[in-house]
């Protein structure tokens, strides 16, 4: 007895454990659990298409019912989709229903239909765990990354925007320096703000020319420097260009080339073109509204047709067969007479440069003309280096070399300005403004060419802004995609733990209620 009590008790232990115990199946893995079992068959494909078939007839005639409405929306249609659908045509069918239990509704007959057929061999398990296998293992995944590809879009949007505003505002700082050193603000027409610069040029040059006869001091210093190293009887000019300026002025090409004053100077004259796209008509010649009267359809009377009598009669010229007495005999030489001719209001021009024309290069000022000015740059430069060598020797106490000894010494701060002021006048002349003004005189074309470039900058910030239209274009499109990524991956998390929990619900059942679980169902 006791023999027998035992073994009843280890066959409920054996029972009682394996009941509890439950049944793990990998999702990756759950079709073919099923097809190793027998619980579903290999080919259960080709039993889903004629199913596909009728499901999709039967769709097309469905009553108005909110739950069927919401049932078919997001997803496709499975076995358990059929099972509530034939639950709401009980209600919306009941008139249908006879006295057996029987619905005499085609709808329900169909949707009857439709569940048989997917009992058949269990095709609606084989198909619910391919449909459960695929949202976790693409569907799901896919949408992620969809929605991954969407953030990293807009970051890029981001980047290239901050770019495009950099770039803009570089392209602006560029116009802006640029027009700076030009000495014009850029505001309104920056063709007609160059072109008055350089006409003003002139002015310039004057205000130069007064300002360098400050320099009559440092020039005579750096003369008595020269003269004092140089052997007696040389007599080398120092820093002739930049004297004459002093003494004369900024006076013409001519006068600085031969030392004389011209009688006249024909200036070369400085035309511009206008300013384009001005919106005054376009030059264009008016011919009025009305067609130019030839006085109707009158023929002229050339005088009916007469032709003009030349007399060509046949007849030749006679010009008489003697020659003409020119008077070669003795009949003495023709008499002028004795007039005097008053020769007192006749000038005589000299040939060559003495009293002439100043005209093309020479009709140019000395600052104006690039060679006579690239000299006087020149001196400047290197009475600048003599004036600096200078204070370096007045200021420094222990000097090992000195350019000047046994000379007079300077003040370090007269030597300071002095310094200053060449160096200004050098600077002026060669700074980027005039550096291209001066092209401007010599050449008017250059001002189409400089406000091509300037303006040029400034089309090239409108193209970028552009860029940044489209890129908020693709962002709100971005935005529209993530939008509904996100609302079809809700859709999928939630028709897929339904079907999970159906799959496990079904699997249970035919294992005697034992708690099953499909491992790794993350969407």
Sequence with gaps: KLILLDSLLQESLIAMSEADIPIDIAVRKLLDWLVSRRICSRSWHEGVTAI???VGEAIGDMPEHQGIKELLTGSNINYFHCLKIVDFLKETEVDSKNFFGSYGSQRMKDWQQIVKMYQGDNIYLAEAASVLTQNVVYEGPGIKKGIAKCDQIEQECDK?????RKRVLELEEEFKKECKELGISGDSSVKKEIIGLAKGLPETYQQIAEEAKGLDEACKMYEKFVKSMLDEGVTDEVLGNVRFLIEHGNVTTYEWKYREKPISVE?????????????????????????????GEEEIDFGGGDEIDFGDSGAEIDFGDGEIDFGDGDGGEIDFG????DMSAIVVEEGGHAGGVAKEEEALTILDNRRSRSTIIDELEELAGFLAQRLVETTSSGAKFNLVSGGEDHD??????MIQQVEMLSSRLSEVKMQQLQLIRSSPAVVDRLVDRLKGKLKMAEKVKLGKVEIEK??????????ESC????IIVEKTKELQKDLEADISQRYKGRRVNIMGVVV
């Design 160 to 164: 290239k925007e901050e770019n495009i």
């Design 412 to 417: 370090p701060e007269t030597l300071q300005k």
């Design 338 to 341: 004795d007039i005097d001719v």
């Design 267 to 295: 200036e070369n004259e400085l035309i511009f073109e206008d300013e384009e796209g001005e919106e005054d008509g376009g030059g264009e010649i008016d011919f009025g509204e009305g067609a130019i009267d030839f006085g």
């Design 474 to 483: 693709r962002r709100e499109q971005v935005a529209k995609d993530r939008i």
């Design 487 to 490: 609302k079809q991956l809700a």
């Design 52 to 54: 596909r078939e009728k």
